[in-house]
């Protein structure tokens, strides 16, 4: 079946800008998650939701950044006033929910963001 | 609240040594853990998962067990190869996910 797809795959803005980036999880997946990887770190948590909760938004970095997760299904992760410091690898993933949480996540490619 | 600490790298092996990547969490409850593994320039991909304790996790010739008296999920290999280089993330599954900050390896000739 069909992955996790997330669109742009690149994306060049100019500081200042804003970018919105989207995120298609894998159907019937409830918890959908945004990381942030910048080149050769490890993965910076950003935002978690999980079905109809109120969503974790404790590692968003700035008020710049908001989600949002429509119909439980497709999220759009924004930046507002863009600054060089936001060029990373955005990566979304999803899963299934269980008590234990015995379900993986699944990733998807990434959108590649470069602020000039 | 829920964490993982693995080992800082990054770590260089000579091809068929052996591979210990340590991980060690913190959970309230009894999480789920794994293993992914992220190749050069690509996705991130699971590469093993234990969901509860003493399971043993194996894939590709990788292994690890969940051992909750230590509160541990180490990764080991008994001969790695050059294409194993990559960056090996150790994460755990409460009921949220939290991910260690990754280990890179690299496998020479």
């Known amino acids: 079946g069909a992955g996790v797809s997330q669109s742009p795959s690149n994306k060049v803005t100019e500081k200042g800008k804003d970018v919105e980036l989207r995120c298609d999880p894998i159907s019937g997946h409830t918890a959908l998650y945004w990381y942030r990887q910048s080149l050769g770190q490890g993965l910076e948590f950003l935002i978690y939701?999980?079905?109809?909760?109120?969503?974790?938004k404790s590692g968003l970095p700035s008020d710049r950044f908001s989600a949002e997760r429509t119909g439980g299904s497709v999220s759009t992760l924004t930046i507002q006033r863009t600054q060089q410091e936001d060029s990373a690898v955005y990566l979304c993933?999803?899963?299934?929910?269980?008590?234990?949480?015995?379900?993986?996540?699944?990733f998807g490619p990434g959108t590649r963001l470069t602020v000039t | 609240g829920d964490s993982v600490t693995q080992m800082e790298g990054p770590v260089t092996l000579s091809e068929e040594a052996f591979l210990t990547i340590n991980c060690t969490y913190t959970?309230?409850?009894?999480?789920?853990l794994f293993w992914y593994v992220q190749y050069p320039g690509e996705g991130l991909q699971l590469l093993l998962k234990?969901?509860?304790?003493?399971d043993k996790g194996s894939n590709k010739g990788f292994e690890a067990t969940y051992r909750k008296e230590t509160t541990s999920f180490h990764l080991e290999k008994g001969s790695v190869q050059v294409s194993d280089s990559a960056v090996y993330f150790c994460?755990?599954?409460?009921?949220?996910?939290?991910f260690g900050t990754g280990t890179s390896l690299t496998v020479i000739p």
């Open positions: 939701f999980q079905g109809n909760s109120a969503p974790d």
């Open positions: 994460a755990l599954n409460g009921n949220q996910f939290y």
């Open positions: 234990a969901t509860k304790a003493d």
């Open positions: 959970a309230t409850g009894y999480p789920s």
């Open positions: 993933a999803s899963s299934l929910v269980s008590s234990g949480g015995r379900y993986e996540q699944y």
